[in-house]
């Protein structure tokens, strides 16, 4: 009797409307093949019962007597609701169970999860400190099982959890790739693709060999490689990198197209304490070559905020249906941009 009603609660918390024959002899047990006539026998009483119902077009196993593939659950037919709802009583006062008190349904889907939740309170010790996905290796044995997207992270919402407050958990920020050129960093360029950055940090390296203090001849003394929209999720990196970003000025410079002002636009949009302005002069140059290609890419992250000069001059551009992608300017020409500033 003990071994059935564990079954029947691994069917109450089985995370899917269907299950495998396979999936059911590791819940019921299947050591010997002696033990097939025992196995069948459980499979067909919990079918009687109306907790499971063979799905005909699964197949057959092979075996005598033959049992389908796989079977559907289901779930209105398992552990009384009062059961339930006296058992969510019973669970950890951290857990808020209001949702799944009027919501027996999701209850029985997400029970297995919301257990071990309540199992890790109950155990009464909190870790100093851990991130995310070490918290889901513990908890889960699956390092992304508490990933934004994942079921478990849905029901940890459902019970009101989060994870700095309740499990002193923090997440991982993505690195960016940062070069500083000065001891004090007061003005950084992000660079949106590899081979401009790659030209400038030869040419800043160069003058940083060649000058006992550039602090204060060229317009950047630290550059960043922005990787097209991956600088949007690792931006945050830069609040590790310094003590104060409010001290620091920031400048951007991408393709001229609906993708390079959409990340410009988006990082003013999202990080409003950081001094974000476009290079200007390099945009300035790039539309003086009078070299482009057509380009549908629409603009959609723009604001009435977004006043700068030179980005309406680009947006206008965009509009256009032309691009210029940084490569325009080469590596001359953008040793000759440093050049021209150093002596402004």
């Known amino acids: 009797m003990h071994k059935t009603n564990n079954t029947k609660k691994e069917l109450l918390s089985w995370p899917r409307k269907t299950i495998y024959l396979k999936e059911l002899i590791k819940i019921i047990g299947l050591e010997k093949k002696d033990d097939y006539t025992n196995f069948y026998n459980r499979v067909m009483g919990l079918v009687k019962e109306g907790l499971l119902t063979p799905i005909q077009k699964s197949g057959f196993n092979g075996m005598n007597p033959r049992l389908v593939n796989r079977y559907r659950v289901i779930f209105h037919n398992l552990p009384d609701v009062e059961e339930l709802k006296a058992e969510l009583l019973r669970l950890n006062p951290k857990l808020n169970i209001d949702y799944y008190q009027n919501h027996i349904d999701d209850y029985i889907k997400d029970r297995k ?42 029901v940890m919402k459902r019970l009101g959890l989060t994870l700095e407050r309740d499990f002193n958990c923090f997440d991982r920020r993505l ?16 660079i949106e693709n590899l081979t401009p950055f790659y ?18 001849l060229i317009p950047f003394d630290g550059i960043a490689f922005g990787n097209g929209n991956h600088i949007i999720a690792s931006f945050e990196f830069f609040y590790d990198i310094f003590n104060d970003v409010r001290a ?57 905020q977004l006043r700068e000069r030179v980005f309406q001059l680009l947006k206008e551009y965009v509009k256009a ?24």
Not at 199 to 216: M, T
Request: hydrophobic share 40%.
């Open 113 to 154: 999860t919301i257990l071990v939740f309540d199992s890790f309170f109950s155990q009464g010790s909190l870790p100093e400190k851990t991130e995310r996905r070490e918290l889901s290796f513990k908890l889960f044995n699956l390092e992304k099982a508490l990933d934004d997207s994942t079921q478990a992270f849905k």
């Open 175 to 190: 690195p960016v790739t940062f070069y500083p050129f000065s001891e004090r960093v007061q003005r950084v360029l992000i």
């Open 199 to 216: 030209d400038l940090y030869l040419i800043l390296r160069n003058l940083n060999r060649q000058e006992e203090s550039i602090e204060h």
């Open 248 to 304: 620091l000025d920031f400048y951007y410079w991408g393709d001229v197209d609906g993708a390079g002002l959409n990340i410009y636009a988006l990082l003013k949009q999202k990080f409003p304490e950081f001094k974000i302005s476009l290079w200007e002069e390099a945009y300035e140059r790039m539309l003086s070559i009078g070299q482009c290609r057509r380009d549908m890419t629409k603009l959609t992250h723009t604001s009435e």
């Open 321 to 344: 249906g032309r691009a210029i992608p940084q490569e325009a300017l080469d590596y001359t020409m953008l040793e000759e941009l440093i050049h021209d500033k150093r002596f402004d």
